[in-house]
């Protein structure tokens, strides 16, 4: 079965550094997300991506993140300069079909981000 | 987006049925009621979701009242690997959907053998 991978599973960066989380969505999806979990918090939405472009994003995706779809297959997320509160799992999802009632989120495993 | 509510834990014993209740008051005419769980930090992973009608896959059923103002999940036959936070959502469709999904804290289903 088609699934969402993540890359890397754990990511140990110094406060003020620039990491890139990676995900590959499902082969036929058009539409991609990426939310994040703080530890023992709700999972947060934070971008949604459609056409090559930002469809919509919350307060928490600031200008130090951006999204990125560079070739056909992967979904980036970086982070330019991060912050220790920026720890957390990020989780990536996407989905084939929005506004209809087969509009379903396939999530990746996350990567977990530890800002020290 | 119309809020949900839902109680915070619930155990259920192996191989009964868990029934999940939620409320979702001021859902509105387009609004779909979606549920995810996550299984230990994993990523969240999608169960079900209708409008009005009763649903059934090979997952669960869902049960939405017919005022639509609270709906039930039920996992007919609950094992150990059921335990995990389930989240109700209520999205709307159509024009409207921008394709976030809203998570509350969920209900935290621990099943027991």
């Known amino acids: 079965e088609p699934e969402v991978t993540q890359t890397p599973s754990h990511q140990v960066t110094q406060m003020g550094q620039e990491v890139i989380l990676r995900c590959v969505p499902i082969?036929?999806?058009?539409?991609f997300y990426w939310y994040r979990q703080i530890l023992g918090q709700k999972v947060e939405f934070l971008v949604s991506?459609?056409?090559?472009?930002?469809?919509?994003k919350s307060e928490i995706f600031d200008d130090q993140f951006s999204v990125e779809r560079p070739d056909g297959s992967n979904f980036t997320l970086k982070i330019r300069s991060t912050k220790l509160e920026d720890s957390a799992m990020y989780f990536c999802?996407?989905?084939?079909?929005?506004?209809?009632?087969?509009?379903?989120?396939?999530f990746g495993p996350g990567t977990r981000l530890t800002v020290l | 987006d119309a809020k949900t509510t839902q109680p915070p834990s619930m155990d259920c014993a192996e191989g009964r049925a868990a029934n999940l209740p939620c409320n979702h008051s001021?859902?509105?005419?387009?609004?779909?009621v979606y549920w995810y769980r996550q299984i230990h930090s994993q990523g969240p992973q999608y169960i079900i979701h209708?409008?009005?009608n009763n649903e059934t896959n090979e997952m669960a059923s869902l049960i939405i009242t017919e005022d639509r103002k609270s709906s039930t999940l039920i996992l007919p036959h609950a094992t150990l690997r059921d335990t995990a936070v389930y989240y109700c959502?209520?999205?709307?469709?159509?024009?409207?959907?921008?394709?976030?999904?809203?998570f509350g804290q969920g209900t935290t289903l621990q099943v027991k053998p």
């Open positions: 999802a996407s989905s084939d079909f929005l506004r209809g009632a087969r509009d379903t989120q396939y």
């Open positions: 082969s036929n999806h058009l539409y």
């Open positions: 991506f459609y056409n090559n472009e930002i469809s919509e």
């Open positions: 001021t859902i509105s005419g387009n609004e779909y």
């Open positions: 209708g409008l009005k």
């Open positions: 959502i209520v999205r709307p469709q159509g024009s409207s959907n921008t394709g976030k999904l809203i």
